[in-house]
Protein backbone atom coordinates (compact mmCIF):
# COMPACT_ATOMS: atom_id res chain seq x y z
CA UNK A 1 0.00 0.00 0.00
CA UNK A 2 1.63 3.35 -1.00
CA UNK A 3 2.03 5.67 2.10
CA UNK A 4 2.12 9.54 2.22
CA UNK A 5 3.73 11.99 4.20
CA UNK A 6 1.50 14.96 4.67
CA UNK A 7 2.47 17.96 6.48
CA UNK A 8 -0.75 20.29 7.27
CA UNK A 9 -0.63 19.37 10.77
CA UNK A 10 2.34 20.79 11.08
CA UNK A 11 1.11 24.37 10.16
CA UNK A 12 0.11 25.96 13.41
CA UNK A 13 3.54 25.29 15.48
CA UNK A 14 5.80 25.17 11.67
CA UNK A 15 4.12 29.17 11.37
CA UNK A 16 4.83 29.97 15.24
CA UNK A 17 8.46 28.63 15.11
CA UNK A 18 9.67 30.10 11.47
CA UNK A 19 7.74 33.62 12.12
CA UNK A 20 9.55 33.79 15.37
CA UNK A 21 13.11 32.41 14.28
CA UNK A 22 12.77 34.90 11.24
CA UNK A 23 11.94 37.75 13.59
CA UNK A 24 14.31 36.89 15.99
CA UNK A 25 16.82 36.95 13.45
CA UNK A 26 15.89 39.68 11.43
CA UNK A 27 14.70 42.12 14.45
CA UNK A 28 18.18 41.06 16.50
CA UNK A 29 20.73 41.75 13.36
CA UNK A 30 18.83 44.85 12.25
CA UNK A 31 19.00 46.23 15.45
CA UNK A 32 22.64 45.38 15.98
CA UNK A 33 23.55 46.62 12.64
CA UNK A 34 22.10 49.81 13.21
CA UNK A 35 23.60 50.59 16.58
CA UNK A 36 27.02 49.54 15.12
CA UNK A 37 26.78 52.02 12.15
CA UNK A 38 26.07 54.83 14.58
CA UNK A 39 29.44 53.92 16.06
CA UNK A 40 28.16 52.88 19.78
CA UNK A 41 30.88 51.70 21.97
CA UNK A 42 30.97 47.45 21.84
CA UNK A 43 29.54 47.10 25.50
CA UNK A 44 26.26 49.21 24.94
CA UNK A 45 25.93 47.50 21.36
CA UNK A 46 25.80 43.62 23.61
CA UNK A 47 23.39 45.70 26.09
CA UNK A 48 21.03 46.61 22.95
CA UNK A 49 21.65 43.34 21.41
CA UNK A 50 20.63 41.45 25.10
CA UNK A 51 17.54 43.87 25.88
CA UNK A 52 15.99 43.59 22.51
CA UNK A 53 16.49 39.67 22.53
CA UNK A 54 14.78 39.24 25.72
CA UNK A 55 11.88 42.14 24.98
CA UNK A 56 11.43 40.79 21.32
CA UNK A 57 10.94 37.22 22.46
CA UNK A 58 8.57 38.25 25.29
CA UNK A 59 6.56 40.40 23.27
CA UNK A 60 6.62 38.05 20.26
CA UNK A 61 5.23 35.09 22.67
CA UNK A 62 2.58 37.48 24.23
CA UNK A 63 1.20 38.78 20.46
CA UNK A 64 1.07 35.30 19.42
CA UNK A 65 -1.05 34.31 21.90
CA UNK A 66 -3.09 36.90 22.11
CA UNK A 67 -3.67 36.49 18.45
CA UNK A 68 -4.59 32.89 18.33
CA UNK A 69 -6.50 33.49 21.09
CA UNK A 70 -8.61 35.71 19.14
CA UNK A 71 -9.04 33.04 16.54
CA UNK A 72 -9.51 30.07 19.28
CA UNK A 73 -12.63 32.59 20.14
CA UNK A 74 -14.22 32.76 16.88
CA UNK A 75 -13.82 29.08 16.47
CA UNK A 76 -15.77 28.47 19.74
CA UNK A 77 -18.43 30.81 18.97
CA UNK A 78 -19.07 28.60 15.47
CA UNK A 79 -18.96 25.58 17.59
CA UNK A 80 -21.37 27.50 20.37
CA UNK A 81 -23.37 27.92 17.52
CA UNK A 82 -23.81 24.68 15.92
CA UNK A 83 -24.02 23.08 19.44
CA UNK A 84 -26.99 25.01 19.67
CA UNK A 85 -28.43 24.14 16.20
CA UNK A 86 -27.94 20.76 17.09
CA UNK A 87 -29.68 20.58 19.99
CA UNK A 88 -32.65 22.27 18.45
CA UNK A 89 -32.58 21.61 14.88
CA UNK A 90 -31.15 18.04 14.54
CA UNK A 91 -33.18 17.06 11.51
CA UNK A 92 -32.45 20.48 9.64
CA UNK A 93 -28.49 19.87 10.02
CA UNK A 94 -29.00 16.99 9.24
CA UNK A 95 -29.72 17.93 5.89
CA UNK A 96 -27.58 20.59 6.11
CA UNK A 97 -24.63 18.54 6.38
CA UNK A 98 -26.48 16.13 3.73
CA UNK A 99 -26.35 18.61 1.34
CA UNK A 100 -22.99 19.70 1.32
CA UNK A 101 -21.94 15.83 1.00
CA UNK A 102 -24.40 16.33 -2.58
CA UNK A 103 -22.25 19.47 -3.40
CA UNK A 104 -19.08 17.73 -3.30
CA UNK A 105 -20.79 14.64 -5.58
CA UNK A 106 -22.17 12.36 -3.25
CA UNK A 107 -25.29 10.34 -4.13
CA UNK A 108 -27.88 11.94 -2.55
CA UNK A 109 -29.10 8.26 -0.72
CA UNK A 110 -25.51 7.95 0.52
CA UNK A 111 -25.00 11.38 1.85
CA UNK A 112 -28.01 11.02 3.60
CA UNK A 113 -27.06 7.48 4.97
CA UNK A 114 -23.35 9.10 6.13
CA UNK A 115 -24.73 11.97 7.07
CA UNK A 116 -27.15 10.06 9.62
CA UNK A 117 -24.18 8.18 10.65
CA UNK A 118 -21.37 10.45 11.01
CA UNK A 119 -23.97 12.76 13.01
CA UNK A 120 -24.66 9.27 15.26
CA UNK A 121 -21.14 9.32 16.24
CA UNK A 122 -20.09 12.89 16.91
CA UNK A 123 -22.50 15.18 15.23
CA UNK A 124 -20.43 18.35 16.14
CA UNK A 125 -17.14 17.29 15.52
CA UNK A 126 -18.54 16.58 11.38
CA UNK A 127 -20.30 20.26 11.32
CA UNK A 128 -16.60 21.37 12.35
CA UNK A 129 -15.12 19.43 9.99
CA UNK A 130 -17.16 19.53 7.00
CA UNK A 131 -18.88 23.21 7.13
CA UNK A 132 -17.02 25.00 9.48
CA UNK A 133 -13.76 23.80 8.59
CA UNK A 134 -11.94 23.39 11.97
CA UNK A 135 -9.66 19.92 12.39
CA UNK A 136 -7.68 18.80 15.11
CA UNK A 137 -4.38 19.52 12.80
CA UNK A 138 -5.58 23.06 11.94
CA UNK A 139 -7.22 24.47 15.38
CA UNK A 140 -6.02 26.61 17.52
CA UNK A 141 -3.14 26.34 19.95
CA UNK A 142 -2.30 29.79 21.95
CA UNK A 143 -0.14 28.32 24.24
CA UNK A 144 1.78 25.91 21.87
CA UNK A 145 1.89 28.66 19.32
CA UNK A 146 3.67 31.13 22.04
CA UNK A 147 5.88 29.39 23.31
CA UNK A 148 7.17 28.00 19.95
CA UNK A 149 7.26 31.52 19.32
CA UNK A 150 8.85 32.84 21.81
CA UNK A 151 11.57 30.20 21.61
CA UNK A 152 12.40 30.30 18.32
CA UNK A 153 12.49 34.48 18.23
CA UNK A 154 15.59 33.69 21.13
CA UNK A 155 17.01 31.05 18.75
CA UNK A 156 17.25 33.19 15.69
CA UNK A 157 18.21 36.31 17.95
CA UNK A 158 21.28 34.77 19.16
CA UNK A 159 22.51 34.39 16.17
CA UNK A 160 23.50 37.98 15.53
CA UNK A 161 24.43 38.86 19.16
CA UNK A 162 26.67 35.44 18.75
CA UNK A 163 28.06 37.04 15.79
CA UNK A 164 28.99 40.56 17.13
CA UNK A 165 30.97 39.38 20.09
CA UNK A 166 32.68 36.65 18.11
CA UNK A 167 33.31 39.58 14.84
CA UNK A 168 36.86 40.33 14.20
CA UNK A 169 37.90 44.27 15.22
CA UNK A 170 36.97 46.24 12.65
CA UNK A 171 34.52 43.82 10.49
CA UNK A 172 31.72 44.02 13.23
CA UNK A 173 29.08 44.88 10.65
CA UNK A 174 29.95 42.95 7.49
CA UNK A 175 30.23 39.98 9.93
CA UNK A 176 26.65 40.64 11.51
CA UNK A 177 25.00 41.45 8.07
CA UNK A 178 27.09 38.12 6.34
CA UNK A 179 25.96 35.99 9.76
CA UNK A 180 22.37 36.82 9.43
CA UNK A 181 22.24 36.65 5.57
CA UNK A 182 23.17 33.24 5.71
CA UNK A 183 21.28 32.20 8.27
CA UNK A 184 17.96 34.00 7.13
CA UNK A 185 19.21 31.97 4.02
CA UNK A 186 19.37 28.82 5.45
CA UNK A 187 16.32 29.04 7.49
CA UNK A 188 14.47 30.07 5.04
CA UNK A 189 15.14 26.82 2.76
CA UNK A 190 14.57 24.92 6.18
CA UNK A 191 11.14 26.39 6.33
CA UNK A 192 9.88 25.56 2.79
CA UNK A 193 11.84 22.33 2.53
CA UNK A 194 9.70 20.77 5.84
CA UNK A 195 6.80 22.43 4.67
CA UNK A 196 7.01 20.53 0.84
CA UNK A 197 7.76 24.01 -1.21
CA UNK A 198 10.63 24.63 -2.94
CA UNK A 199 13.99 24.81 -1.21
CA UNK A 200 15.49 27.48 -3.50
CA UNK A 201 12.38 29.68 -3.84
CA UNK A 202 11.80 30.06 0.15
CA UNK A 203 15.80 30.92 0.79
CA UNK A 204 16.02 33.18 -1.96
CA UNK A 205 12.84 34.58 -0.77
CA UNK A 206 13.78 35.54 3.24
CA UNK A 207 17.54 36.50 1.37
CA UNK A 208 16.18 39.02 -0.54
CA UNK A 209 14.11 40.77 2.17
CA UNK A 210 16.28 40.16 5.06
CA UNK A 211 19.01 41.98 2.52
CA UNK A 212 16.69 44.71 2.30
CA UNK A 213 15.60 45.36 5.89
CA UNK A 214 19.57 45.22 6.73
CA UNK A 215 20.51 47.84 4.75
CA UNK A 216 17.84 50.42 5.29
CA UNK A 217 18.71 49.51 8.96
CA UNK A 218 22.08 50.27 8.66
CA UNK A 219 21.62 53.63 6.66
CA UNK A 220 19.50 54.32 9.17
CA UNK A 221 21.98 54.12 11.82
CA UNK A 222 24.38 55.72 10.02
CA UNK A 223 22.31 58.75 9.14
CA UNK A 224 21.40 59.17 12.49
CA UNK A 225 24.61 58.62 14.45
CA UNK A 226 26.04 61.27 12.22
CA UNK A 227 23.47 64.16 13.11
CA UNK A 228 22.52 63.44 16.82
Known amino acids: MTT ?15 LGANDGLLSISSLLLGVAAAHISPDSLIVAGFAGLIGGALSMGAGEYVSVSSQADVEQADLDIERHALRHEYDAEHA ?14 I ?3 VAQQLMEKDALGAYARDEIGITDALSARPSQAAVASSLSFMAGGIIPLGASLLAPTGY ?16 GGLAAYSGGASLLRGAGRVLFWGALVLTFTAMAGKIFGTTI
Open 4 to 18: HTHRTHRSGWLRAAV
Open 96 to 109: ELRDIYIDRGVDHE
Open 111 to 113: ASL
Open 172 to 187: LILTIAAVSLFFLALL
